[in-house]
Structure formats: structure tokens, C-alpha cells
T-cell receptor, first 115, second 114 residues
Framework: EAGVVQSPRYKIIEKKQPVAFWCNPI?????LYWYLQNLGQGPELLIR????????DSQLPKDRFSAERLKGVDSTLKIQPAELGDSAVYLC?????????????FGPGTRLTVL | GNSVTQMEGPVTLSEEAFLTINCTYT??????LFWYVQYPGEGLQLLLK?????DKGSNKGFEATYRKETTSFHLEKGSVQVSDSAVYFC?????????????FGTGTRLQVTL
């Protein structure tokens, strides 16, 4: 069974440019998460989707970050415009449901470098 | 709010040495506790978990016991291997039944040498 797929794996952009990350969750997983992992830190939740609905986006910086999951499967996280401080690893995870008893499975992440 | 504190790394050990990575937590309720492992170039993988006090999680020779009285979940392994070199994250999740937010520690890098 395929795991969570993310692309690209690495992205280097100049500040003020837009960037987008793509995530394909495990088949059948209704819940999808985007996490931000700064260097030397643990992941922090940015947004959680139940199917196509964003049910927890309290930590998403909405002035420059946006996300969508139009058909309740794949998801895209966008930053526009990117800033130097956005350099980090962006992780996607999925689970069968939102229940605290469902394990979250993580993708390999996209490492963003903003110059 | 919830928080997780784990010992800073890197931890460098010789193969077959005993490993302990300390983890303590602060939570308002009765969380589930987890250890995740991140190998180079890969995503986080669940290593083990415990859902209530005095539970012991174990996997691949690693163990951790949920200690409510000391709010701790220390990771141990009796004999580490070079292949155990990775970053280890302690995490908690509130058992609210609906919310599934994980709170992670900062991670501890383990380097095992021959």
C-alpha cells in the first residue's frame, strides 16, 4: 500500500515568490493534516481537513498561506508571497478519521528554502 | 496548553549501548503518548504508543512506560544498533474523541557508531 505522497521533495525560491506543495494521502483516509517543521523543532499543525472541509486552521497564517482540498482527496498548500522565515519542512499526514484513536501517517515532507 | 519537553541531542552511543531519551509532558487532560522516529530523508513513523497511565508501549526493542505521577514517557532500548540512528520525537494527543491534534517535542537526534 502506498504511503502519503508529497511533491516536490525540495524547493528553492527567492523571497516574495509564490510556492505550492502537493499532497496525496493514503487511499481512504478522510482526514488530512499539514504540519510545519522548523529546523531543530517538532512539527506544528497548520491545518486539518475532514474530507474537503478545513475544520482546524487556527495556526495557519492566513495573510500569506492558503490550502485547499477540493475533492476531499489531494491537497495543496500555497504560500504567496514567501518570506525568508518560511524556510522549513512542510509535512503532510493523513488518517482514517479525526478520532484520537486513528493513527496519523506522515509523508516525507517538502523542504522549502527561501533565498 | 499542552507541551512536550525532551532531552536535547545529539545523543551519541556505541553499538550495543543502552539508550534512554527522556520525555516529560504537560497536559490538561489525560493524553495518549507517542514516540515517532524520523530516519534521514523519510517522514515520521510511529514507533510506539501508550494510551493510559502505566501502559507500556514497545516496538523493535524500544520501550516506554506512561508514568502519570511523573508526567513522563522515557524511551529506552537495551542494545542500540547503527540502524537506530535517527531523530526521535515524543508527542502527546488529547483523548477528546474528536480532536486529533498531536503536540510534539523538539526531537532528539541519536547517532550510533560502531
Amino acid at each position: 500500500e502506498a504511503g502519503v505522497v508529497q511533491s516536490p521533495r525540495y524547493k528553492i525560491i527567492e523571497k516574495k515568490q509564490p510556492v505550492a506543495f502537493w499532497c496525496n494521502p493514503i487511499s481512504g483516509h478522510n482526514t488530512l493534516y499539514w504540519y510545519l517543521q522548523n529546523l531543530g523543532q517538532g512539527p506544528e499543525l497548520l491545518i486539518r481537513y475532514e474530507n474537503e472541509e478545513a475544520v482546524d486552521d487556527s495556526q495557519l497564517p492566513k495573510d500569506r498561506f492558503s490550502a485547499e482540498r477540493l475533492k476531499g482527496v489531494d491537497s495543496t498548500l500555497k504560500i504567496q508571497p514567501a518570506e525568508l522565515g518560511d524556510s522549513a519542512v512542510y509535512l503532510c499526514a493523513s488518517s482514517l478519521g479525526a478520532s484520537s484513536y486513528n493513527e496519523q501517517f506522515f509523508g516525507p515532507g517538502t523542504r522549502l528554502t527561501v533565498l | 496548553g499542552n507541551s512536550v519537553t525532551q532531552m536535547e541531542g545529539p545523543v551519541t552511543l556505541s553499538e550495543e549501548a543502552f539508550l534512554t531519551i527522556n520525555c516529560t509532558y504537560t497536559a490538561t487532560g489525560y493524553p495518549s503518548l507517542f514516540w515517532y522516529v524520523q530516519y534521514p530523508g523519510e517522514g515520521l513513523q510511529l514507533l510506539l504508543k501508550a494510551t493510559k497511565a502505566d501502559d507500556k508501549g514497545s516496538n523493535k526493542g524500544f520501550e516506554a512506560t506512561y508514568r502519570k505521577e511523573t508526567t513522563s514517557f522515557h524511551l529506552e532500548k537495551g542494545s542500540v544498533q547503527v540502524s537506530d540512528s535517527a531523530v526521535y520525537f515524543c508527542a502527546l494527543r488529547e483523548n477528546t474523541g474528536t480532536a486529533s491534534k498531536l503536540t510534539f517535542g523538539t526531537g532528539t537526534r541519536l547517532q550510533v557508531t560502531l
